[in-house]
């Protein structure tokens, strides 16, 4: 089983616009709502290519109980801790001219008493699962360290742990050794703190990641493919160029894609091809975080994986 950690978890609204510009009024031709923040894509779409998962994070009022009938209906199993505030809304503004416009809410307060289950249910999830991902900002009150403690107790049971997020907790849990990274281009700018212009410099950043002691890392770059070290050797993908229809998501359906691959036992070109058919495959759909089966079938066999000697 995959266990799949959202700690920010939100309602994604998707609102489809003819036109957008700041400062005026805009009426929006149609609303979409999904379970989102990353950690729940990840775990609709590994559950979506046929894995069992359970997600855990914290959920509360109106908002955590949409969200909690929308997991039901997915057949994810809900490990999430009940808070008191109310789960935070993302919003992505778009339209067939107008790029993907994204506001993100910070998410509400954790008091120590949910901190508390929540580790509870974290050491239940450790021993139920091989493979646990963690995805996307922390809600108030988390501190930006906080991703380590989880790492430092998945490596002490041998559970491999999957980390995306950006900024501060990014940097932070290098430290602490998570067995795979993800970070797209502007996430490794901020964590390496300099420009990656060349393929040359993110050869030196994966090069860097691996000797701190990541053993699979991908640096994603949107419809011009990712490259990847595991285990210190590189690896380039590409794929055939297609019509992408909402790209939001792509990273988290790529996540799902390497947990998936791992837990089934995957090696690492296999692992690569599947997770980028998974990200492909979402960037098709308008939906948030989905993908189908057979679309994924057919793009992993279109996915290149090179070995870069
Ligand atoms: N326009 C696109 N066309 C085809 N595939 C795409 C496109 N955008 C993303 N993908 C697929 O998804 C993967 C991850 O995408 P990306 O690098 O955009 O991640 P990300 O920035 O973390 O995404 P997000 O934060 O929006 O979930 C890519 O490696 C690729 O396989
Ligand atoms: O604020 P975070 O947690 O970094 O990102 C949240 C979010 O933008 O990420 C997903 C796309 O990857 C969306 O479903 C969601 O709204």
Redesign the pocket.
């Known amino acids: 089983m995959i266990g799949t950690i959202t700690l920010n978890p939100s309602v994604d609204i998707r609102y489809t616009v003819e036109e957008f510009s700041i400062g005026s009024v805009t009426r929006v031709k149609q609303v979409e709502r999904t379970a989102g923040g ?1 950690g729940l ?1 990840v775990s609709r779409v590994a559950t979506l290519v046929g894995e069992q998962v359970q997600a855990a994070g914290f959920l509360g009022g109106a908002s955590g109980d949409f969200i909690r009938s929308e997991i039901k209906k997915s057949d994810i199993f809900d490990a999430f801790v009940q808070i008191q505030g109310e789960t935070r809304s993302c919003h992505n503004i778009m339209g067939e001219s107008v790029s993907s416009t994204e506001l993100l809410e910070p998410g509400p307060y954790i008091d120590s008493q949910a901190l508390e289950v929540f580790h509870q249910t974290y050491e239940r999830m450790l021993s139920e699962c091989k493979v646990i991902t963690a995805s996307g900002s922390l809600p108030q009150g988390i501190p930006q360290t906080y991703y380590n403690q989880l790492i430092t107790k998945a490596n002490e049971k041998g559970v491999r742990f999957l980390l ?1 997020t950006s900024g501060e907790s990014l940097k932070a849990a290098v430290a602490a050794k998570p067995f795979f990274l ?1 970070p ?4 490794l700018e901020i964590l390496i703190g300099k420009k990656v212009s060349s393929e040359q410099d993110i050869h030196e950043a994966l090069q860097m990641l691996s000797d701190k002691g990541i053993s699979f890392c ?1 640096i ?7 490259m990847a070290i595991v285990d210190g050797e590189k690896y380039r ?1 590409t ?1 055939p ?2 019509q ?1 229809v909402n ?8 996540v799902a894609g390497i947990a998936v691959a791992l837990s089934r036992g995957y090696n690492a070109e296999e692992t690569l091809a599947f ?6 495959a ?3 759909e308008s939906q948030t975080g989905f993908v189908q089966q057979e679309t994924v079938d057919f793009l992993k066999q279109q ?1 290149k994986v090179e070995k870069i000697i």
């Open positions: 990353k894509n995306d993800k797209n281009h502007e996430e991908v994603s770059m949107g419809k011009k493919g990712s993908v794929f160029a297609v992408a790209t939001v998501g792509s990273g988290d359906s790529f997770a980028s058919a998974c990200g492909t979402n960037a098709l996915v």
